[in-house]
């Protein structure tokens, strides 16, 4: 596994304007860079978010490649959620999913606590 | 100069980012906590600002991760995020260079912190600031807390942590205003994005409020994680800014679970001494 050297990629290129610059323009000579598994190549060149998710990358570096892929929020969360079922539970990390009503049904609960308050 | 302000709030980045797809009641009532949070800041004339913030790997990676970190600088940068995902235009933010080393150089003689004259600003520090401080006219102290890569920093180094930031600023004679930015139970950037513990963050806060060392210590990392998500890890900070309250006890301003912002969205102050 060498996820620390995915989530590395990922950091570089959230913090760097010209490592995005050159990830434009040569791609492959930037992963090269990086000791991946032909996997992580593959879900970080699609780029397969559920399966980066599934791979264990933190969520707070995976939103940001995300955003760098003009991928919106809802489609982003949604890609996690095929990617749980397409290739199971969350193999590292501390950003396992762990099962959650929704927004819609959450705000419509509030919804009614604050007006039987 | 005792400590002129120490509160906390939340950093959530959908608290810009997706500000109108919450219940527009909840969201103005939150910005104007925020902004009278800022007003109550203003009121004790700082000189400057520490931010206690818990970073998401703006600068600090799992190459070379410090339990805590303190910036050095005359000025920061951020957001780090996209202008367009956040929704804060990419600014320079003011800090003290000078004061900053005289600071550390008190912290060091109890918390081994490390130092950085570069650091750049991502949603933890920049989204309290752009409702605390809009106008960028204070000049910004970073500290960090390692809540994101673990082993992370313990709960009571955490206290330690604010213990020695309240007698390095009590120690200077600059006016220093405190203020920990952080999620309590959240779940962010996973498929459960948006769940909270309501009950979990309210037991915190009134924990919080009583600044009770030992309740505020006594969660494991697996209990925060089973009951506040890898997001809970960030009580680190508010645990800071209560012990930087040498005892003083806080008041919950605001506090109400916004789904779409991933948090109960909070604002309280500890209610120092005059």
């Known amino acids: ?117 | 100069m005792p400590l002129v302000y120490c509160g906390a709030c939340s950093h959530a980045p959908g608290i810009t980012a997706r500000a109108e797809r919450a219940d527009t009641q909840t969201r103005q009532a939150l910005q104007g906590a925020l902004q009278r949070m800022g007003d109550d800041i203003r009121a004790t004339r700082p000189d400057a600002m520490i931010v206690v913030a818990a970073e998401h790997f703006a600068n600090f990676f799992m190459n070379n991760m410090p339990a805590f970190a303190i910036g050095m600088a005359d000025s920061y940068e951020g957001p780090i995020e996209d202008e367009a995902f956040l929704r804060i235009k990419r600014t320079t933010v003011p800090g003290n260079k000078a004061l900053s080393r005289k600071l550390i150089e008190r912290v060091m003689q109890t918390v081994d912190v490390a130092y950085a004259e570069e650091w750049k600003f991502d949603h933890g520090i920049s989204v309290p600031l752009h409702f605390l401080t809009p106008d960028y006219d204070l000049p910004i102290i970073p500290a960090n807390i390692n809540c994101q890569g673990p082993p992370l920093t313990p709960l009571k180094r955490a206290w330690a942590f604010g213990e020695a930031l309240r007698a390095a600023a009590d120690a200077l004679p600059e006016r220093i205003a405190l203020v920990a930015t952080g999620g309590i139970s959240h779940w962010p950037a996973t498929p459960d994005s948006g769940k909270i513990n309501e009950k979990w963050d309210r037991e915190f806060l009134a924990r919080w409020a009583a600044n009770d060392r030992e309740a505020l210590l006594s969660y494991s990392d697996a209990e925060i994680y089973r009951d506040g998500g890898q997001g809970g890890f960030e009580i680190r900070t508010f645990i800071a800014a209560a012990a930087a309250a040498k005892g003083a006890k806080g008041k919950i301003e605001f506090c109400e679970p916004v789904p779409i912002f991933a948090v109960s969205c909070t604002v309280a102050r500890m209610q120092l001494a005059a």
């Open chain 1, 1 to 117: 596994m060498s996820l620390y050297q995915v989530q590395k990629l990922i950091y570089q290129l959230n913090r760097d304007p010209r490592q995005r610059e050159r990830y434009a323009a040569e791609r492959d000579a930037v992963l090269a860079e990086y000791e991946l598994s032909d996997e992580e190549r593959r879900a970080l060149v699609a780029p397969d978010i559920g399966l980066l998710y599934v791979l264990g990358v933190n969520g707070q570096l995976l939103m940001h490649f995300a955003a760098l892929h003009k991928i919106e929020w809802t489609d982003y969360l949604e890609r996690m959620r095929q990617g749980l079922k397409q290739h199971g539970q969350v193999r590292e990390g501390v950003y396992a999913a762990t099962g959650y009503e929704g927004v819609e049904s959450h705000d419509a609960r509030l919804k009614k606590e604050r007006e039987a308050r």
